[in-house]
């Protein structure tokens, strides 16, 4: 079965520090895997999508990692801002199953001031 | 990128009635997806919609209850049927634009509220 864990559950960091957010997944064979920011009460917006090949990408103060023989991504944010406050979600895609995607129950990053 | 309209972003329904959610992309899609989220949880999928014939629903969701419908590449509905307070949700549209969901834009979402 497909599963995709995300740790911590939740995590309370002060402004301007950073913090590392884990993916780990079962989904195979791979295709893709994608980490999400979701505000409260909005849709998911992309932060970076991986491949296979891919090790890292980076996208401002945002950067995912992927190990493909671990199975496992994390997300790296530095000097965290108020509005980095939300839900992080890590969904990974298999090469079958008709484009269906499997997610992760999310980390809810809080920033405090 | 696509662009992805989401109508109504939000609703109060009294129970029993249904409400038809609406989701516009601003380019043509090879894949439109809805999903609920529940409140505190992540995305389940209900549903593929698939263009020009009936859409492919997951293990506890059924058509009666979520009837779909996808006239063409750019527009699909959602529709919450007779709907209780256990369907209060955020309902959510994805889209994608290759088999292998490379890419995937959600729609804003719907919040629903059923009293």
């Known amino acids: 079965k497909n599963q995709v864990e995300q740790s911590p559950q939740s995590l309370i960091i002060l402004e301007g520090k950073n913090c590392t957010l884990q993916c780990n997944y079962t989904v195979s064979p791979f295709s893709n895997l994608r980490w999400y920011k979701q505000d409260t009460g909005r849709g998911p917006v992309s932060l970076t999508i991986?491949?296979?090949?891919?090790n890292t990408k980076s996208n401002g103060r945002y950067t995912a990692t992927l190990d493909a023989d671990t199975k496992q991504s994390s997300l790296h944010i530095t000097a965290s801002q108020l509005s980095d406050s939300a839900s992080y979600i890590c969904?990974?895609?298999?090469?079958?199953?008709?484009?269906?995607?499997?997610f992760g129950d999310g980390t809810t990053l809080t920033v405090k001031p | 990128s696509a662009v992805i309209s989401q109508k109504p972003s939000r609703d109060i329904c009294q129970r029993g009635t249904s409400l038809t959610i609406q989701c516009q992309v601003d380019s043509q899609v090879t894949m439109m997806f809805w999903y609920r989220q529940q409140p505190g949880q992540s995305l389940t999928l209900i549903a593929t919609?698939?263009?020009?014939?009936?859409?492919?629903?997951e293990s506890g969701f059924v058509i009666d209850k979520f009837p779909i419908s996808r006239p063409n590449l750019t527009f699909s509905t959602l529709t919450v049927s007779n709907m209780s307070p256990e369907d209060s949700s955020i309902y959510l549209c994805?889209?994608?634009?290759?088999?292998?969901?490379?890419?995937?834009?959600f729609g804003q979402g719907t919040r629903l509220t059923v009293v």
């Open positions: 919609a698939n263009q020009g014939s009936e859409a492919t629903y």
């Open positions: 969904v990974v895609s298999a090469r079958t199953n008709a484009g269906k995607s499997t």
């Open positions: 991986m491949t296979f090949s891919e």
């Open positions: 994805s889209v994608a634009n290759s088999l292998l969901n490379t890419e995937a834009f």
